[in-house]
């Protein structure tokens, strides 16, 4: 399907280019890493024409490809009327003015791609302010190479944000606004410190669902909103099937039965090669994972790469200094696989589909069992004088069954354990 740039109204028509480096070990195969640039690249709103991969032992310090890789890029530019060029990996300013130079199109990068997303689904003030840090940072090396895209004033894949404000390219001003951004983002961080004490105060704990990008979190958390106890349709967040659907992040109340009471943050979604300037700039986002007092890790099960998927997760947790934290590791989308006996039954692990509902009920109990207050089954006989007793009981446990028995009500009754040492007098052996 053909999408349409909402901004200039015409279609960027991309041809996608990746380096298979024989010379370095990757840890994703070159194949698979170009099947996610052009899922990428539908995601930013572009149609892709083709692919070309070429094998070379180093990356040429001129056009990052060889110069006859770089002609034949240009006579199919040529042939399919193509306005843009992708690059799989990061290019420095001088390769992107070389390669512009030759072939006659505009040529953008993985990073700037993925910095571009962002700027489309940025909705709230700290995300735009986080997106417009990182492309300044993502810039300030190219200027001298990023003249053409600088310069050019509208809209446009790689053009969003700074670019189309018509950014001086003096290092100075830049260096101002970077100033002036951090300075506002420290203030969010300070609004948001306020609100991680206000809820500390309240001691209620907070799960947090990390993972690849698009292995269906915010599914997930619509799916624990509907099943959770005063459901409000209006507090669902948004879902759809690409890459980086959204950005902000969620927090939602939650309430099970039993007292199991939570507040479930939806953040980020991760990709490999996730650009190092975007992870800082999203710091101050991504640190609600650190006051998280447990975190579901999402995995696609559907996807042939998940182990990939899962490690660079692992790898942006460990960044963050969150990889000890209790961790329950999801595989979700198992409505989608023909053998759920082929994947991993690790320690803490559990298959579920957040579309179907398939274990949803056993991730709410191993949620309960991190994070859920102890709970004792307890019988217990409340004489008819302690009637506050029975009152402050309904309010504190759950009572089970009532019985009218002489000497008093025969109460079974879940309590947790910070109120059953009030009640241990009344207990029946």
């Known amino acids: 399907m053909e999408i349409e740039n909402i901004e200039d109204k015409e279609i960027t028509k991309a041809i996608l280019v990746g380096l298979n480096n024989t010379g370095k070990r990757e840890k994703i195969d070159i194949e698979v890493s170009m099947e996610e640039l052009e899922e990428l690249a539908k995601a930013a709103g572009a149609q892709v024409l083709a692919t070309a991969i070429q094998s070379r032992p180093a990356v040429d310090v001129t056009y990052f490809i060889g110069k006859g890789k770089v002609e034949e890029i240009k006579e199919l530019c040529e042939n399919l009327e193509a306005n843009m060029v992708i690059f799989n990996d990061e290019l420095s300013g001088s390769q992107i003015r070389n390669l512009e130079e030759e072939i006659g199109v505009d040529v953008i990068d993985r990073t700037a791609l993925i910095l571009d997303i962002f700027a489309q689904r940025a909705s709230t003030k700290e995300g735009k302010l986080q997106v417009e840090l990182a492309q300044l940072k993502y810039r300030m090396p190219r200027l001298i190479g990023l003249g053409r895209q600088l310069s050019q004033q509208g809209a446009g894949i790689g053009t969003r944000g700074p670019g189309e404000k018509k950014l001086e390219t ?235 028995v002489e000497g008093g009500t025969q109460v079974n009754a879940r309590l947790e354990n910070m109120y059953y040492h009030k009640y241990e007098p009344y207990k029946l052996n």
């Not at 001691?203 to 005063?230: C, F, Q, R, W």
């Not at 949803?360 to 859920?372: F, H, P, S, T, Y």
């Open 170 to 404: 003096d290092r100075r001003h830049i260096l101002k606004r970077i100033d002036d951004i951090e300075s506002e983002l420290k203030e969010v961080r300070k609004n948001r410190e306020v609100q991680r004490g206000k809820r500390s105060k309240s001691e209620i704990p907070i799960v947090a669902l990390v993972g690849y990008t698009n292995a269906g979190k915010s599914t997930l958390m619509n799916t624990l909103l509907k099943l959770s106890d005063h459901h409000d349709d209006t507090k669902e967040v948004y879902v759809e099937d690409m890459l980086f659907a959204t950005l902000d992040v969620s927090l939602r109340r939650l309430s099970f039965p039993d007292k199991l009471d939570f507040i479930l943050t939806d953040t980020v979604g991760f990709v490999s090669k996730l650009p190092h300037a975007l992870v800082n700039a999203f710091k101050a986002t991504l640190e609600e994972v650190k006051y998280a007092d447990l975190l579901i890790h999402v995995i696609d099960a559907s996807n042939e790469e998940y182990n990939l998927q899962k490690d660079t997760t692992l790898g942006v947790l460990n960044d963050l200094g969150v990889e000890n934290k209790n961790i329950i590791t999801v595989y979700n989308k198992i409505d989608k696989i023909s053998d759920e006996a082929l994947l991993p039954k690790e320690e803490n692990c559990i298959h579920i589909s957040a579309v179907t509902h398939k274990n949803i009920d056993v991730l709410i109990e191993k949620i309960r069992a991190e994070i859920g207050p102890d709970i004792i089954e307890v019988d217990l006989l409340i004489p008819y004088d302690k009637g506050n007793l029975l009152s402050s009981l309904h309010k504190e446990g759950i009572v089970l069954s009532t019985e009218y």
